[in-house]
T-cell receptor, first 113, second 115 residues
Framework: DPKIIQKPKYLVAVTGSEKILICEQY?????MYWYRQSAKKPLEFMFS???????DNQTASSRFQPQSSKKNHLDLQITALKPDDSATYFC????????????FGPGTRLLVL | GDSVTQTEGQVTVSESKSLIINCTYS????????LFWYVRYPGEGLQLLLK?????QKGSSRGFEATYNKEATSFHLQKASVQESDSAVYYC????????????FGAGTQLIVIP
């Protein structure tokens, strides 16, 4: 059974719209993360949360807002979508956010037209 | 800031031959970084292949090895004899010495193993 679930797998959106990417982990972890991989670029760190609190933020734009309604959830709301937001978004989790291994979900592939 | 460089975007190797995928890093944060290799098989998510948190140590998994070389700032991935099932994208990653946990990834190297 998948331990980190990301929904949806694929998403097509129009410029200016808003979407929420879902991430749930069933590993009992306390830290969760978002990363993004745009075409021809490395995976880039976006956010990390620990015990549902923001720990680290590498995303300059306020259009990207993580939302943690439960300890094992970290959704990503993206507003005013732009074509440059097209990427695969990966959720990850770890026991804590220090020395522990991060486990990744399968990703949500977002295309903004 | 911290960064990782993988020079080869794609590597093609015949089955049973040896493999080396190069990774070098730059770490400017306090403390020694932790180093990782992740792998992404076709149609699947990112999986941890191996990690090394202490300089000078070697990590190994599934026949792959990588040594944390602090002097050369390298963490090359090697395998003595590849199999077709090793075809995947391999990512080198670094976690800086701070406690915040963020990973910095290289661009990835696509390994194609020819039977």
């Amino acid at each position: 059974d998948p331990k980190i679930i990301q929904k949806p797998k694929y998403l097509v959106a129009v410029t200016g719209s808003e979407k929420i990417l879902i991430c749930e982990q069933y590993l009992g972890h306390n830290a969760m993360y978002w990363y993004r991989q745009s075409a021809k670029k490395p995976l880039e760190f976006m956010f990390s949360y620990s015990y549902q609190k923001l720990m680290d933020n590498q995303t300059a734009s306020s259009r990207f807002q993580p939302q943690s309604s439960k300890k094992n959830h970290l959704d990503l709301q993206i507003t005013a979508l732009k074509p440059d937001d097209s990427a695969t978004y990966f959720c990850a989790s770890s026991q804590e956010n220090t020395q522990d291994t991060q486990y990744f979900g399968p990703g949500t592939r977002l295309l903004v037209l | 800031g911290d960064s990782v460089t993988q020079t080869e975007g794609q590597v093609t190797v015949s089955e049973s031959k040896s493999l080396i995928i190069n990774c070098t890093y730059s770490a400017t944060s306090i403390g020694y970084p932790n180093l990782f290799w992740y792998v992404r098989y076709p149609g699947e998510g990112l999986q941890l292949l191996l990690k090394v948190i202490t300089a000078g140590q070697k990590g190994s998994s599934r026949g792959f090895e990588a040594t944390y070389n602090k002097e050369a700032t390298s963490f090359h991935l090697q395998k003595a004899s590849v199999q077709e099932s090793d075809s995947a994208v391999y990512y080198c990653a670094l976690r800086g010495g701070s406690a915040l946990g963020r990973l910095h990834f290289g661009a990835g190297t696509q390994l194609i193993v020819i039977p």
